[in-house]
């Protein structure tokens, strides 16, 4: 077994601490990874504070994971010693039912194995993220990382970059469409650059004035303040596709009206209460409203291999584990520019 070093949370209302614990060693398919980075996602807070229900504890979050292969199974022939690896939210899947068989394993219709908070297949153990310092994964769902990339840049890439490339690609996103990104965190900004870098006329929709420079560097083209009433007037019937990435409780038909006819609202962010959808808002230019999942393996690897291709990464402020108590309430207030990543050398 192996002796790993991580933080994790006890309960629901208990903030992250030191936590120690065994990994498996790796199996013929597995390999082993000494963790370097890890980035902090609005879905670790969720799931710590139990707001989506069914929380296992202790619970060691991340899914953003990236670090240099230590060991491999004997069986294992994408990997070797030496190389850099990543791992995002699932570590394992049915690998039978036709969305496994598709390269859908986010849809696994037995349901695939959380990076964290969720069990193993055969053990029924609970699975422990990446706030840790090693980690075992079967080859099959640990992607290939570039070289050319800054490391801590690229652990955000594993979710936040994965879930917005994945709709965005999934509706063809492209040149002469408007894409209006709600909501400007660790989704939003990659969903700027990915929609940017495809062609498309870019504008942020944001609820913090102080935002506006930072989304035009990110590349947006244009910057629209939810909060202001005559600039939302201004974008009625405006928009193509809107990536809806907010975290919080908020009102859909608001921006259900930004959508002009046969728009389309993709949502990600996974507020812990339900919205309401007025139907007049739809009926009204046939819109629609789309979910998405993070991404397959085989979708993740070209989208980390877009990103070293076209020198894509998240902007990120790079923490001490120590720190991630107050990383959690900054991201809560929406301050967070615009990804955390844990330094994992902060562990040892
Ligand atoms: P984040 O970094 O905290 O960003 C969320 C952003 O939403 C904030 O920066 C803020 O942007 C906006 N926001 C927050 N509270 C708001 C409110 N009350 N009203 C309006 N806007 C508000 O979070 P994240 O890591 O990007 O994650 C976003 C959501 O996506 C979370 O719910 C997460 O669980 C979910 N998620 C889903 C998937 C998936 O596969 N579908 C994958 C990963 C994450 P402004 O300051 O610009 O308004
Ligand atoms: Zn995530
Ligand atoms: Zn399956």
């Known amino acids: ?40 996602c609005h879905s670790d807070i969720h799931q710590v504070r139990n707001e989506w229900g069914g929380s296992i504890y202790p619970m060691v979050p991340g899914h953003e994971i990236v670090g240099r292969v230590t060991k491999t199974g004997a069986h294992v022939t994408k990997f070797k010693a030496g190389d850099l690896a990543g791992v995002g ?50 080859e099959q769902y640990t992607l290939k990382v570039s070289d050319k990339l800054p490391l801590e840049g690229v652990a955000p890439l594993l979710c936040a970059g994965i879930t917005t490339y994945s709709p965005l690609r999934h509706v063809g996103v492209g040149k002469g469409h408007r894409v209006g990104v709600l909501g400007l965190g660790g989704l939003g900004h990659m969903a700027v650059k990915f929609a940017a870098s495809f062609g498309a006329e870019v504008t942020m929709l944001s609820s913090s004035p102080s935002k506006e420079a930072d989304a035009k ?51 990600v962010g996974v507020p812990p209460t339900p919205s309401q959808v007025p139907a007049f808002n739809l009926i009204a230019k046939r819109r629609s409203i789309i979910g998405s999942l993070i991404g397959g393996i085989k979708e993740t690897q070209e989208m980390l291999d877009y990103c070293a291709e076209h020198s894509i990464v998240s902007d990120v402020e790079v923490i001490k584990i120590q720190d991630i108590n107050e990383a959690y309430e900054r991201m809560i207030k929406g301050d967070v520019r615009y990804r955390f990543v844990i330094d994992i050398a902060s562990l040892r």
């Open 1 to 40: 077994m192996i002796e790993t070093k991580a933080y994790a949370a006890e309960a629901a209302t208990s903030p992250l601490g030191p936590f120690r614990f065994e990994r498996r060693d790796p199996g013929p398919h597995d390999v082993q990874i000494e963790i370097l980075y890890c980035g902090v």
């Open 89 to 138: 939210c699932f570590v394992d899947s049915c690998r039978t039912c036709p969305n496994c068989q598709a390269g859908l394993e986010q849809y696994c219709d037995n349901g695939m194995v959380g990076t964290y908070n969720g069990r193993e297949k055969i053990t029924n153990l609970p699975t422990y993220g990446g706030y840790s310092n090693h980690i075992v994964v079967d």
């Open 217 to 267: 560097k990110l590349g947006a083209h244009h910057f629209a303040l939810t909060s202001d009433p005559t600039t939302m007037k201004n974008l009625q019937n405006h928009f193509d596709f809107i990536l809806n990435t907010v975290s919080a409780q908020h009102d859909y038909s608001t921006y259900l009206n930004l959508l002009r006819t046969n728009g389309t609202m993709i949502v």
